[in-house]
């Protein structure tokens, strides 16, 4: 691993080179499995691969040889992209965009089953020689095409491909794929002229990348999509209903939605469906120059894992896993509010402000909570301007920071999230400041944890 102070220790990211989207996150035997696009390379966005990590508990993860490889002469000789990783009947299964070298924007999607189901690393995969769905369904004139997701539904596994139409109208495909080397088809689960969508998200995206769909334990569906516009830019969610109609075919109707994550260096985020929660991870990529990209050696980190739910309100409810506790140090480097505290490279810190409270973590970034007013507002000195965050209005508000190296992640009670990209001067020390007449404050180092 890079010795940059900037460089995240304790988030997924391969040990040089590029890293971008989080693909198929998967539980095999008692073993957490995230893979990510990745060039063994260059930290530039070109050759990509797939790389894989493990873990046995969410902090401490193992980096395993490349999973996926581009075949020369295959349906994924020019990169294998996005996908998703399933259990079918026994065989942990890739499922994943390749893309050949005649390809405008249309992947196609392809297979690669784990070589020996019983290796706890899944070290070896195997892909197909011919794609499952050589390109889009006729006569959409869809002119994007890629991130297959599959999930179950009613009995049978169904699969979303994000698309985006000539006419400018992102939208999400579906299809029947029961049988994973048989698929069929099954229509626009929806588009870019829903209204609810059209409210969430606006009417600039032209595709809609990496759909995700998953269940919360109330009932309630989450469809997360990546607004996309010539540039990866921003990630929305809707919820609504699931249901069954016709001759078996899905539909999903929104209830509401909005930004997923409201920071601007958060994209292609990928969920793992578990029983009782869903879990979700991002790729967050640098916000430094490419010459300083290029010095570092390296390009890109997976946040924390996430714990995504729904309020009754239909609201997204996100807070960090659980399991990410395991990472603070037995004591914590700070219990009160003031100023001067030496803040480590990396942390978990949480302020609970019942008056308005500023929070300064060293020159480059300061918060400003405002429990009366409901709001956050999150102020960067390499942006020109805040983000702002609204959350319900109240007593307090509860802010919970995770910083490792550059990567910023911040929690608002658990209506929303900001991630943020910050990297720091050589030399430069940053300190804690908190501000404020009715704030509490306790924040912990990060450590590894220790082997049982």
């Known amino acids: 691993m890079s010795h940059d102070p900037n460089a995240p220790r304790f988030r997924v990211r391969p040990p040089a080179n590029w890293v971008n989207d989080p693909n198929g996150p998967f539980r095999w035997r ?15 966005h070109a050759d990509i691969h797939w790389g894989h990590a493990s873990s046995p508990d969410l902090a401490r993860w193992e980096h395993h040889p490349i999973a996926l490889t581009p075949t020369p002469g295959g349906p994924d000789e020019a990169g294998c992209w996005s996908g998703c990783v399933v259990d079918d009947e026994g065989v942990p299964t890739a499922v994943y965009t390749g893309i050949d070298r005649r390809h405008t924007g249309l992947g196609a999607i392809c297979l690669a089953r784990a070589a ?65 080397a048989d698929w069929r088809f ?19 995206a032209v595709g809609w990348e990496c759909p995700q769909l998953f269940a919360t334990p109330g009932g309630e569906w989450v469809l997360v999509v990546s607004l996309w516009d010539g540039d990866p830019v921003s990630t929305g969610y809707l919820t609504g209903k699931l249901s069954v109609v016709g001759d078996g075919d899905l539909r999903f109707a929104a209830r509401t939605g909005g930004p997923l994550d409201h920071g601007r260096d958060f994209y292609a985020p990928a969920v793992l469906q578990e029983p009782g929660r869903a879990l979700m991870w991002g790729w967050s990529w640098e916000s ?3 010459a300083d990209v290029e010095r570092a050696g390296w390009a890109g980190v997976l946040t924390a894992p996430r714990v995504v739910d729904v309020h009754p309100d239909g609201a997204l409810r996100v807070v960090p896993a659980p399991e990410l506790d395991a990472l ?46 409901g709001a956050l507002t999150i102020r960067s000195a390499a942006r020109p301007a805040p983000v702002e965050v609204r959350t319900p209005p109240g007593g307090e508000l509860t802010v919970r920071v995770l910083v490792d190296g550059s990567l910023y992640e911040v929690f608002a009670d658990d209506r929303a999230t900001v991630t943020e990209r910050i990297h720091r001067r050589p030399g430069e020390a940053p300190e804690l400041s908190v501000e ?16 049982n």
């Open 288 to 290: 430094r120059a490419p």
């Open 186 to 204: 099954a229509g626009v689960l929806l588009d870019g002229n829903d209204p609810v969508a059209v409210d969430a998200f606006g009417d600039k």
């Open 30 to 44: 008692d073993r957490y499995h995230l893979f990510y696009q990745h060039n063994p390379h260059a930290p530039v």
């Open 436 to 451: 404020g007449s009715e704030a509490t404050v306790r924040g912990w180092g990060l450590t590894p944890p220790a082997l």
């Open 116 to 180: 020996d189901p019983d290796d706890p690393a899944l070290t070896e995969w195997r892909p197909s020689p011919t794609p499952v769905v050589a390109g889009p369904p006729a006569g959409l004139d869809v002119v994007m095409f890629r991130d297959p997701f599959v999930f179950r539904h009613a009995g049978r596994r169904w699969a979303l491909v994000g698309a985006g139409h000539a006419d400018g109208t992102p939208s999400v495909l579906l299809y029947d794929c029961d049988d994973l």
């Open 328 to 373: 603070r140090a037995p004591r914590p480097f700070v219990t009160a509010p003031g100023a001067g505290t030496r803040l480590p490279d990396a942390y978990d810190l949480t302020v609970t402000a019942r008056a308005v409270t500023t929070v300064r973590l060293g020159e480059a970034l300061a918060l400003r909570l405002d429990p009366a007013e």
